[in-house]
């Protein structure tokens, strides 16, 4: 598929359009549909597309491994720490009340942070996930030659 | 939906039922569009029409794409499921109509998230991430879950790989 | 009948991924009767909470009427919880194809009653 040079084209004026609409997704979660879960799954499809045009090796190369195994505990860790942060300015855990002078803007604050965890883990999830199975496929198939 | 959710059950090629599952997905969202769940239906499309379609095939790389022709009618699998569904919808008549408003899924905690006290105007954001926030937490802890789960099944090992073959 | 037409489509979807789940031998094509069978249940929570003349459930000034957004919420996580649960199966099944050669039932069971058959023959 490396060498299709429509998918190739279009991939690349796509892909920057993708990434961008999943950054909207998530900031403009208050507001309107969208919020974590789609804006990490609609980040993650970006690159999956990427890998999908490009290769593997070059998608790792832009995203290491390093990096989404990275994402893939610390979305868990905002999410706890937000809950943390609450319960050290003097509130309940996850009480998003305490995290500013105005409850309203705490909680806005809170529901942003949560959101950044949420991206963060579900992107770095499925990221991981494409790359175990896509990664997989060539031990595998020369794992299985001898056998079949 | 139901004309392919038929054709998925009589296919024998994977290939044929992963792409069909895809397109079931698809509907499945604007279903949910017209029940007026745009969060979910968005999610749904993002994640049932794309990533699982990708990770199916995925998986169908690694194995066989023809299904073995079973050994058997199934004509127990569908007796079991038929009398299932029988009871299923006889149970389904004593539910709340369609959009019925007085029903008790309206009455209980909605009206206070209604309030929209936290100020954030999309409902659902507000109460996915403020008023049911353990909920959320718990759930992202699944997934993270689930991710270091396949990577301790599918990790390559560093020294003499397919070493076990049992 | 027609007012309980959403549970009808519902208890029909849930027993078509329930018979892919029983009458199917092969795994990945369980997995995707299981996905069947979760879309099903997706269908049962958000249906009852449309309501008719509503709208999303986005605050605006200019509407009175708004669908319930609870089961929006469980849903959306059930999707990615889904999504995740589907792709440990998939790897769990990636490696029992790696270990006995095959995704299908029928095989499997064969292969692990032989090995028994094999070990009581020893012992």
Not at chain 1, 27 to 38: A, E, L
Not at chain 1, 52 to 78: C, H, K, N, Y
Not at chain 1, 116 to 139: N, P, Q, W
Not at chain 3, 83 to 107: C, F, K, M, N, P
Request: proline share 4%; with cysteine.
């Amino acid at each position: 598929m490396e060498n299709n040079l429509v998918l190739r084209v279009v991939g690349k004026l796509l892909i920057p359009f993708i990434l961008l609409f999943a950054l909207y997704v998530q900031f403009h979660g208050d507001f309107g549909p969208g919020g974590g879960f789609q804006a990490g799954v609609i980040f993650a499809t970006g690159i999956v597309f990427y890998a999908l045009i490009f290769g593997l090796e070059r998608a790792r190369q832009a995203v290491p491994d390093r990096l989404v195994e990275t994402m893939l505990a610390s979305g868990v860790l905002i999410y706890a720490g937000v809950g943390v942060a609450g319960m050290l300015l003097g509130g309940n855990y996850l009480d998003y009340f305490v995290l500013d002078k105005n409850p309203v803007i705490g909680q806005h604050r809170g529901i942003f942070w949560v959101e950044v965890g949420v991206a963060t883990t579900v992107s770095g999830v499925m990221l991981k996930i494409f790359y175990m199975f896509a990664s997989r496929s060539v031990a595998g198939n020369a794992h299985e030659d001898p056998e079949d | 939906m139901v004309l392919i959710v038929l054709a998925l059950i009589r296919t024998r090629n994977l290939f044929g039922v992963i792409v069909l599952s895809g397109a079931y997905s698809f509907l499945m969202a604007t279903v949910l569009v017209a029940l007026d769940a745009v969060d979910v239906a968005m999610t749904e499309a993002a994640v049932g029409a794309g990533v699982s379609t990708v990770l199916l095939l995925g998986a169908l790389r690694l194995c066989k794409s023809e299904e073995a022709k079973p050994a058997h009618r199934p004509w127990l699998p569908l007796a079991v499921a038929v009398s299932t569904g029988l009871l299923l919808a006889y149970g389904a008549m004593d539910l709340p109509d369609f959009a019925d408003p007085q029903a008790p899924i309206h009455q209980h905690v909605v009206p206070r998230y209604m309030e929209n006290e936290v100020d954030v105007p999309n409902v659902v954001t507000a109460v996915l991430a403020s008023f049911r926030g353990y909920d959320t937490l718990g759930e992202t802890t699944v997934v993270f879950t689930a991710g270091a789960g396949i990577i301790a099944l599918l990790r390559r090992r560093k020294s003499g790989r397919g070493a076990d073959g049992k | 009948m027609l007012e309980h037409f959403s549970y009808i489509v519902t208890v029909f979807l849930m027993v078509a991924g329930l018979f892919i789940i029983m009458a199917h031998g092969n795994l990945i094509r369980k997995m995707i009767g299981l996905s069947i069978f979760q879309t099903s249940v997706y269908l049962l929570y958000i249906a009852p909470g449309k309501l008719i003349g509503g709208t999303a459930p986005i605050i605006a000034p200019e509407y009175g009427i708004y669908s319930n957004p609870l089961p929006h919420v469980l849903i959306l996580t059930a999707i990615v919880v889904g999504v995740a649960t589907l792709a440990l199966g998939l790897a769990l099944a990636v490696r029992i194809r790696e270990a006995y050669g095959s995704i299908e039932e029928d095989e499997i069971l064969a292969r692990d009653n032989a090995i028994e058959d094999a070990e009581e023959m020893r012992a």
